[in-house]
């Protein structure tokens, strides 16, 4: 199994809602990412998780809250986020050693903020 | 920090021919991987090639290959016999090597490659 699952794909929400964006892997990789990539622009790191525990935020506002319950899975909660914060979220995972040195990337989720 | 920049932010190519999508990167690492992606409108970021810095050889996979030049800190990729499906925006992508296995992926502004028919 090579592949980042990512849920849902698609998500349409108020600025007053509460809502998950949940990504999962099963290739025992122990570094997780969240990019979040605007239209015809590179995506741009949020958040790197390694071990389960949260190493790098790129000063992402606090509307935006990344958790990770064990080594496969990786949530994005949302709340009170503004129109601007529509993008596509792009989860990723890579090995945690040197190995191939790649990240492997989910399908994202696109959101759009009303 | 490290930056990675790309030049072209459009290229077209007809089909069965061969184009050359430019990539520079400045870092002050001496260890360090390079990749190129593709992230067609079906938006899945999919790896295209990769190239360690630590070796001299370049890299190919099929009728994907790369000119990396270490000392001019360039990483271009080659497409031989291009073929409609390899319509995409084209990422060239810098990530540090270290001992902690989470460094992040640094990304180029992307380069758009129509495909004539």
């Known amino acids: 199994d090579t592949e980042v699952t990512q849920t849902p794909k698609h998500l349409v929400m108020g600025m007053t809602n509460k809502k998950s964006l949940k990504c999962e892997q099963h290739m025992g990789h122990r570094a997780m990412y969240w990019y979040k990539q605007k239209a015809k622009k590179p995506p741009e790191l949020m958040f790197v998780?390694?071990?389960?525990?949260?190493?790098i935020n790129e000063s992402v506002p606090s509307r935006f809250s990344p958790e990770c319950p064990n080594s496969s899975l990786l949530n994005l909660h949302l709340h009170a986020l503004q129109p601007e914060d529509s993008a596509l979220y792009l989860c990723a995972s890579s090995h945690r050693g040197l190995s191939t040195g790649e990240l492997f990337f989910g399908e994202g989720s696109r959101l759009t903020v009303l | 920090a490290q930056t990675v920049t790309q030049s072209q932010p459009e290229m077209s190519v007809q089909e069965a021919e061969t184009v050359t999508l430019s990539c520079t990167y400045d870092t002050s690492e001496s260890d360090y991987y390079l990749f190129w992606y593709k992230q067609p409108p079906s938006r899945q970021m999919i790896l295209v090639i990769r190239?360690?810095?630590?070796?001299?050889q370049n890299a190919t996979e099929n009728r994907f290959s790369v000119n990396f030049q270490k000392a001019a800190k360039s990483f271009s990729l080659k497409i031989s016999d291009s073929q409609l499906g390899d319509a995409a925006m084209y990422f060239c992508?810098?990530?540090?090597?270290?001992?902690?296995?989470?460094?992040?992926?640094?990304f180029g502004t992307g380069t758009r490659l129509t495909i004539i028919p």
């Open positions: 190239q360690e810095a630590y070796k001299q």
């Open positions: 998780y390694s071990y389960e525990k949260l190493s």
């Open positions: 992508a810098y990530r540090r090597i270290s001992n902690f296995g989470n460094e992040k992926l640094t």
